[in-house]
């Protein structure tokens, strides 16, 4: 995607410049194997045709509960060949989760990994004794029958040329996080889907020397964006790692020579325990999908000598919407600087726009000025009952309440929905939080409230330790130093794990019911 000269391609053509100029180069890793350019091109148009044989068509929703591996990359290609719209159903989920991601999306087709849990409402689509069931009202096609598709696929089988060539066309459905409830199904454009990529890819001055490696699952459409789709863009290569854990992550940044790699907080606190691990390939790391303390960068920086780059991100954006400065600059309790193609604000609770500096909550729209201008659009709406719902008009609310100063440097507070108001007095949990993690026996907190019948609501922290115990009086110490009484956590519980999502943030449903009130 380019500010200059014409519209932007679109996904299907995004391949065109490294197959025109490196198409023996490597285009994507993963753990069954790799693809040049010029093969991945290949598998796409396979996967096309796949899809085509089973009867997808423009507007038609394909869903994929697969692993991190190459299948998920050329069926992602394949489904934007034809004008579908891409959703993933996440592993990690269970049997009931998925069953609503796919309600929600209502899928022609789902293509079910070793750990779709998804079962058919019927026998077997057709009898046949192969993987390819139904659920629901969705074709269910297991890897065996999804690798003899891909073989059979042949230029008498692809779709009509001209497809998926509509750059503003819905091309993906992002699942909000749904920590504290269902989440929702945005609606993007290829558009929307292409420009985090080139932005990044230009404003970081990367090219064919970027292998970009990236552990969350792919299901999640932020990280298809900000893998292959990047990659593409700079010609460079998307190292989709199949580990999580520690040992894996290691592994696999000193093996495939990974030089930006985008992980969870919780992950950057394991690695700067681990000196001893080789990670110099990398010349940018990534923390995003919650809070990262300031300690933490410079823990991190202190082992590795590289400060993490902080990210504020947004479904509805989609993905990357401010980031740490690729030369080093970082900014106390900010999450970077926001992105030249987009204008965030802080708004009041009457729609009115702050001045800079001031706290309210952090509205999204396209810049006006500057080489970005005009390119961003708002996000196509909401999937819902079998159609899009259009957003509201303006800038697009976030939900978080936070500041943007006058050189674009984001800060967020917290949620706007989280807040505790205790006794009529607003508590933010995550300026609790920020505080609780400095401590080094601390691994990961969590703020909530607990409802009481003369204040309303009531302070509690649900802690996870870094080691056996937890010393809480030294805790709640450390909380009247830093904070105003009232902040001050009343109860506290220390749990072996918070529930987090694949993300890595932390599930706020029925987090109170965690909480020892001793009552």
Known sequence: MSTTGGEPRPIA??????????????????VSGSWTYAELDDQARRAAGALWSLGVRPGDRVAACLPNDLDIVAAFHGAQRIGAVWAGIGEALTVAEQRDLRDICDPKVVLAGPRCLLTPSDDRADGDGDDSRRGGGSDLVGLDRWHALLAEATDETAPPPGLGLDIDAPAGIAFTSGTSGRPKAVVHSQRNLLLPGAVLVATRGWGPELRKGDSFPLTILNLMVLSTLLTAQAGGCAVIMNRRDVAGVIEWISSRRVTVWNGAPAQLYDLAARPDADLSSLREVWSG????????????????????????????????VSIDPADGEWRPGTSGRVLPSYDVAAYDDDGNRLPPGELGELRLAGATSGPWAGVWRPLLGY????RIRPPEPGPVATGDVGTVDADGWLSVLD??????????????????????????????????????????????????????????????ELCRRELSPYKVPEFWTQVDALPVNAMGKVQRTGLTDLVDTGR
């Open 13 to 30: 053509r995004v391949l065109d410049d490294a197959l025109a100029n490196r198409s023996d180069a490597v285009a994507v890793e993963a």
């Open 289 to 320: 999908g919650s809070d990262t303390p300031d300690s933490l960068r410079s823990a991190f920086a202190e082992t590795y000598g590289l400060v993490p780059r902080v990210t504020y991100g947004l479904t509805e954006a989609p993905t990357v």
């Open 383 to 386: 999937w819902e009952s079998g």
């Open 415 to 476: 949620r706007k929905k989280l807040v505790i108001i205790r006794g009529g007095a607003n508590i933010y949990p995550l300026e609790i939080e920020r505080v609780i993690a400095t401590h080094p026996d601390v691994a990961r907190v969590a703020v909530c409230p607990v409802p009481d019948d003369r204040l309303g609501q009531r302070v509690a922290a649900v802690v996870e330790s870094a080691g056996p115990t937890l010393d809480m009086d030294a805790l709640a």
